[in-house]
């Protein structure tokens, strides 16, 4: 029992990573229209950062980690303005913002990898927070906790911001038709930017967070939280962060109890088959919306 109550924790930790993507990208996908496969690009920005700073400037981790957050919803704002923008002024489509997002996400990454260099790289050791803590009988790395909290803090703050603000109604307004919104007073463009902003700066989070939990920097690793992350949104639901959030957490607790009691090997098969099984049953997801208004 007592085995099976630390791996728990360790899924909820592992998962509150997956669920901190997954709510920026379900942000970008149910507010901007936009499958933005460059999401991960953004969380493995926020952690070179933070990384550089910590390594190269001797900063201290948590001003690293505020400054690589911000980094993250600073690329986010110069992607939509250059590569998304233009093709919503233009009525593009569907698929042309896709293909616009994969160059994004090739341009980020070839960088990254030029940054960092093919190798993982780890935070020094006496840099960030390692000991582990005793929590009713358990044992709980920092990171893990730390985690859980910024999936608590950010899921119910967004939510709030999304459904209980002026700000959230001028995002739903923005979202179903810029132009009727602009006709009403809504700053469409301001809207959209901090949108962007804040869905990339929680990705970033997200990186940082994925690194310190593992002390593992590269310039893949966004690439490892993305498709948790879209399955999290589409099984969650493309209209309710919440959803996004719960399966999130879901799959980490999946991951590591496939791993503990049937097989590592395994893993994503069994993870990913019954998020299937959930989608068979309940295609528009859990929290979901019938369909997807704007692509």
């Known amino acids: 029992m007592q085995l099976l109550a630390q791996q728990l924790a360790n899924g909820i930790a592992l998962g509150s990573v997956y669920a901190l993507f997954a709510i920026g990208f379900a942000l970008i996908l149910a507010r901007m229209g936009i499958l933005n496969v460059a999401h991960g690009t953004f969380a493995t920005w926020g952690a070179i950062s933070s990384y550089w700073l910590v390594t190269e400037q001797g900063a201290n981790f948590w001003m690293?980690?505020?400054?690589?957050?911000?980094?993250?919803?600073?690329?986010?704002?110069?992607?939509?303005?250059?590569?998304?923008?233009?093709?919503?002024?233009r009525e593009a489509g569907t698929f042309a913002p896709i293909i616009a997002s994969?160059?994004?996400?090739?341009?980020?990454?070839?960088?990254?990898?030029?940054?960092?260099?093919?190798?993982?790289?780890?935070?020094?050791?006496?840099?960030?927070?390692?000991?582990p803590l005793e929590i009713g009988g358990l044992l709980v790395l920092p990171a893990h906790l730390f985690s859980i909290v910024?999936?608590?803090?950010?899921?119910?703050?967004v939510h709030l911001l999304l459904n209980r603000s002026r700000f959230g109604a001028a995002v739903r307004a923005v979202s179903v038709d810029p132009r009727s919104a602009s006709i009403v007073g809504v700053d469409a463009r301001r809207t959209l930017i901090v949108v962007a902003f804040l869905a990339a700066a929680i990705a970033g989070l997200a990186g940082v967070l994925a690194a310190l939990s593992d002390n593992n920097v590269s310039f893949g690793l966004g690439e490892a939280l993305l498709l948790k992350g879209f399955a999290a949104v589409v099984v969650g639901g493309y209209g309710d962060i919440r959803g996004a959030a719960a399966v999130g957490v879901a799959i980490g607790v999946l991951e590591v109890l496939s791993s503990q009691y049937i097989s590592s090997g395994f893993r994503d098969a069994i993870t990913f088959g019954v998020l299937l099984l959930v989608l068979v049953v309940r295609p528009q997801g859990l929290f979901g919306e019938r369909q997807l208004v704007r692509a």
């Open 102 to 131: 994969i160059g994004v996400w090739i341009i980020l990454l070839n960088v990254a990898e030029s940054v960092l260099g093919p190798t993982t790289q780890s935070y020094p050791v006496d840099a960030v927070p390692a000991t």
């Open 150 to 157: 910024a999936l608590l803090v950010v899921v119910t703050g």
């Open 64 to 89: 690293a980690a505020a400054v690589g957050i911000v980094c993250a919803g600073l690329l986010g704002v110069l992607a939509d303005t250059f590569a998304f923008a233009p093709l919503r002024r």
